[in-house]
């Protein structure tokens, strides 16, 4: 069975609002599920160690860093109307982005197979130098950076990302850059309105930014369609060295902030996918990263069906079923996207 490391942090909790959709009884929710069926057993606890302003500078710039953590000595605020900061939030955010570079170390230093880092305040929408969309710093960009500066043999990364929303941060970080593949499925136009298919990268980057922008309702059938007709070919051909996953819930049918109607076994189903792409291409080496997800009971549950899938379980949990209701037709969109990517060649 293979080996997965489980970073996440008590203080975690300590960067929460009151009424605001991204709070700490979602983390909360998460380790009570995985204290319940005994989860734990199975994996690898590493505390995380905060990241460094070095660290944190391979991505922002340190002017925003610097305004991020005299913000939070100043007592916060609301940074933008969605993102609020408080106190303990720089301290917070940057044990987040180093939450994720330790599951990293520690995938890469081969004590472990596979990682699942849960950590909040999320990271994707997180751009160089601002704040948005609940996020303060950019914990997967964070964690690709480092790991291509710690080891020599990690050149190409993979970034996945199936939040609902567009992960207009991490595009942004490696828009121009030949050896990140950033590819995104999210509902469009929705939050941040970014994230459109003719968005592919510039310069020496054109072609390693993958977007598949969705209409409401496409349903689990269409994700799975996306996967294996686009995701799977150009993930062969980018080859990449290790894979991250910015791993949202928020698609889900349950989920209130937007309507794409993927079910937990379609949730799965895309965790199970990544696995094999990485146990094919990349030695294994796949790490899981908590964004967003709104749905106490579906995030808890999406999360433990991917320590399910690191584990090389065959099992799922869903406690809410799927959702009947007609599916929207992607074809289209896939003929659209291997004619771009030349993934017909």
């Known amino acids: 069975m293979p080996t997965t490391a489980y970073i996440t942090h008590p203080d975690y909790r300590l960067h929460t609002l009151e009424n605001h959709p991204e709070h700490a009884g979602r983390i909360e929710a998460v380790w009570q599920l995985f204290e319940r069926t005994g989860i734990l057993n199975r994996l690898l606890s590493v505390d995380p160690v905060p990241a460094t302003p070095e ?24 940074l933008d109307p969605d993102t609020y900061l408080l106190p303990v939030s720089y301290d917070v955010a940057c044990l987040a982005a180093g939450g994720v570079i330790t599951a990293v170390d520690v995938v890469l230093a081969g004590q472990a197979d596979n990682g699942l880092a849960l950590v ?14 609940f996020c303060l710093f950019n914990n997967v960009a964070i964690a690709a950076r480092y790991a291509q500066s710690r080891d020599p043999s990690i050149k190409r990364v993979m970034i996945v990302d199936y939040d609902v929303h567009h992960g207009n941060g991490t595009q942004d970080t490696f828009y121009d850059d030949p050896d990140v593949f950033y590819i995104s499925t999210h509902q469009y136009p929705h939050y941040p309105g970014t994230g459109a298919l003719n968005e592919i990268g510039e310069g020496e980057g054109k072609g390693t930014t993958l977007n598949m ?23 062969r051909r980018f080859r990449p060295d290790l894979i991250l996953v910015s791993a949202g819930f928020d698609a889900h049918w349950a989920d209130h902030l937007a309507m794409l109607h993927l079910d937990l076994r379609g949730y799965t189903d895309l965790a199970r996918e990544l696995i094999r792409m990485a146990d094919d291409l990349c030695k294994g080496r796949i790490v899981f990263v908590l964004e967003g997800g709104y749905d106490l009971e579906v995030l808890s549950h999406g999360l433990l069906n991917v320590v399910y899938a690191l584990q090389g379980l065959d099992e799922l949990s869903d406690p809410v079923g799927d959702l009947d209701m007609p599916q929207q037709d992607v074809e289209s969109l896939v003929d659209q996207l291997v004619k771009l990517h030349h993934l017909d060649a």
Request: no cysteine; glycine share 14%; net charge positive.
């Open 55 to 78: 660290q944190l500078g391979q991505v922002h710039d340190s002017r925003y860093i610097d305004f991020v953590r005299q913000s939070a000595e100043r007592g916060g605020g609301m």
């Open 120 to 133: 909040r305040p999320p990271g994707h929408h997180a751009t160089a130098s601002r704040a948005m969309g």
């Open 213 to 235: 922008p969705l209409p409401a309702g496409v349903g689990s059938d269409g994700f799975r369609l996306l996967y294996q007709q686009v995701l799977w070919p150009a993930a």
